[in-house]
């Protein structure tokens, strides 16, 4: 595999001993209409996989969690079980829910451990589709799409599949291999997974559309914006995505200081922040414009990072970053008003230490490749899409974050699956009606 591991520093999660996963697995009730069921975007049959489990029937358990969800692996690991699966059980009234992502990661394991391909491919169809973008929803896409005996082909930017879960999501919560491995049950039925090529620059989207019967767009979002602000082109300013990418990577980010200062309050300023400290910075003070409970930052994620010993300092904005010989030498910052509105308040700015700074405060879109497809998006170059995740173009799908808006479902990962799923439904709707 072209890809070095790079832990970081010991994983967050600890693994369950085989004592432990039997203990949890025999605690399951087995409810009817089972509440975390209904929690998982995904809908994986928890108490079937959990009972697998019991009987020590990894493989059947294995693939009960990946028929459900292509990225299960993954998913065991970062998503934020409290909010879904194990916030819905109903031993969560004593505290104590069944602790399922842990139970989903020790069958997951076993199949990744083994080297077991959990699936076929279905009987062909002769029927063609792109999949552009192989992250969550690109691979949820085409794992169903191939199992439902379509020939597919994923066009995938990177060097390697699996989007965000490869190179975005810091290695102590989720290393990269295990997207790799999801990646790896994809390609064995038959996928084809051209990386290396953007649709929009090494192809066009015509020729996309030329080719295939139908297209599904699952491009994630783009690079963090802009902050806009005196001093941002000095060296020691990074994009968070960028920065934890060469991180995890096990590239050089070089000097990082004394001092880092993030800015923004969601996942990624969480996962950059740590990310510094485990790469030995002393100092980490993340800087976020409004309160501590407008953060979008998961609980478990910010609790994690006060313990890994990050600083963080609510109702301030950055003014300008102070830059001496070309280099970040300090930030100003100036307060916010304390209503929550973010509106900076004259007369309060003040200069922090930083050696380095990191933005954090979003990402971008890919609007020019969905206009380059004819797809219709919002203003924001969201994805306009129906339940079926089909656009204003009956051939043209599309899933994930591409389509996620703020304040709708949650840009996570489990979501960017389900929608894949849902995609690859529409899809093979659409190409059967075709062939009558
Ligand atoms: C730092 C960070 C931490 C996160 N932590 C969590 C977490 O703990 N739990 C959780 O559930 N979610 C988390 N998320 C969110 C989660 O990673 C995303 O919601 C999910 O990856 C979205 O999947 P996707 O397939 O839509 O997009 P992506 O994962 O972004 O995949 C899109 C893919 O499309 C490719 N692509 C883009 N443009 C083109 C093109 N023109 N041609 C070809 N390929 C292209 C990209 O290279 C990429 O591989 C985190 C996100 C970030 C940034
Ligand atoms: S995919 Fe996520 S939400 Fe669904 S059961 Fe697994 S850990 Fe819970």
């Known amino acids: 595999m072209a890809f070095p591991s790079v832990s970081l520093g010991p994983p967050i999660a600890k693994r369950l001993s085989r004592l432990e996963v039997q203990i949890e697995a025999n605690r399951c009730l087995n409810c009817y209409d089972a509440p975390c069921i209904r929690a998982c975007p995904t809908s994986i049959d928890v108490p079937r996989f959990i009972g697998r489990i019991a009987t020590g029937d990894l493989l059947g358990s294995a693939q009960t969690i990946m028929d459900a969800n292509p990225v299960g692996a993954s998913c065991a690991r970062v998503c934020p079980t409290d909010q879904l699966c194990e916030g819905a059980c109903v031993y969560k009234a004593d505290e104590n829910p069944i602790r399922i992502g842990d139970l989903q990661r020790y069958a997951t394991d076993w199949a990744i451990q083994t080297g077991t391909t959990l699936f076929a491919a279905g009987p062909p169809t002769g029927k063609r589709v792109a999949v552009v973008g192989g992250g969550p929803a690109g691979l949820a896409a085409a794992r169903d799409l191939a199992r439902m005996g379509h020939a597919v082909t994923i066009f995938e930017r990177d060097p390697e599949a699996g ?107 969480i996962d ?29 994620e910010i609790e994690f990072a006060q313990v890994e010993g990050v600083e963080f300092r609510t109702y301030v904005l950055p003014k300008r970053i102070v830059v001496e010989n070309g280099r970040v030498a ?54 306009i899409v129906d339940d079926g995740m089909r656009t204003n173009l009956p051939n043209v799908y599309a899933a994930g974050d591409c389509m996620f808006k703020p304040g709708g479902i949650d840009a996570m ?20 009606a075709e062939v009558r």
Not at 279 to 288: D, E, F, I, K
Request: include cysteine.
């Open 330 to 383: 300090g930030l100003e910052l100036i307060s916010t008003d304390p209503a929550g509105s973010a509106r900076p308040l004259p007369g309060t700015e003040r200069i922090v230490p930083a050696d380095t700074v990191i933005a954090a405060i979003g990402q971008t879109r890919h609007t020019s490749l969905l206009d380059a497809f004819g797809v219709v998006h919002d203003v924001n170059g969201i994805a």
């Open 272 to 300: 950059a922040a740590t990310c510094s400290r485990r790469l030995g910075v002393p100092s980490v003070t993340m800087y976020y414009r409004r309160g501590a409970e407008r953060m979008t930052a998961y609980g478990f």
């Open 163 to 269: 989007g965000l879960d490869t190179y975005g999501i810091v290695p102590f919560r989720l290393p990269a291999e295990i997207a790799l491995w999801e990646a790896e049950q994809v390609r064995a039925l038959g996928v084809e997974i051209r990386t290396g090529v953007t649709v929009g620059e090494t192809i066009s989207a015509d020729s996309v559309l030329a080719e295939y019967d139908a297209v599904v767009i699952a491009v994630g979002m783009g690079n963090v914006p802009r902050l806009g602000i005196e001093g941002e082109d000095a060296v020691g300013v990074w994009d968070a995505l960028d920065f934890i990418r060469i991180a995890k990577m096990g590239g050089d980010v070089g000097r990082l200081g004394e001092h880092v200062a993030i800015i923004g309050g969601g996942n990624t300023a």
């Open 413 to 432: 990962v489990v979501e960017a699956a389900q929608r894949g799923k849902v995609a690859a439904q529409s899809v093979d709707t659409f190409l059967r």
